[in-house]
């Protein structure tokens, strides 16, 4: 039977491993890639981002067409929401909800403050409003 002998010299452990790494390096093709364009990442993601979380529409309060905006904004690294309620061919006033990290919550709150006021203001009876007011 043969005998296989290794060599122990660390100088030729070491040359090998050098040959061979650089016989791996020339084998293996190179990767075509692209520097990071942060710019169009940027401008491509946000405004997807914003049209999922702004939104406006139509509502009817009290048999009146209003208008609602929802609107997203950042504060302490954290996404909130501010709303608006507005019927402009009824009357000025405009219910208004800030502060709120649910944007439903957000909606909500701007049509009791607007029905608040408009109860205020005559506009419509406590018992109309009762509806629009209870959770």
Request: with cysteine.
């Amino acid at each position: 039977m043969a005998l296989i002998r290794y060599n122990s010299d660390p100088k030729i452990g070491m040359l090998s491993a050098l040959l061979t790494f650089s016989i791996l390096l020339l084998l293996t093709e190179k990767a075509e890639t692209k520097p990071l364009d942060l710019l169009s990442l940027v401008t491509g993601v946000v405004p997807k981002i914003v049209d999922g979380v702004y939104d406006e529409g139509d509502i009817d309060l009290f048999g009146k067409p209003c208008q609602y905006k929802r609107i997203p904004y950042i504060k302490r690294l954290e996404l909130h929401y501010r709303a608006e309620i507005r019927c402009l061919g009824w009357t000025p006033i405009v219910g208004e909800a800030r502060d709120h990290r649910n944007p439903t919550h957000a909606e909500q709150a701007a049509i009791k403050d607007f029905v608040r006021q408009a109860v205020a203001q005559a506009l419509v009876t406590e018992e109309q409003a009762k509806p629009w007011l209870t959770d």
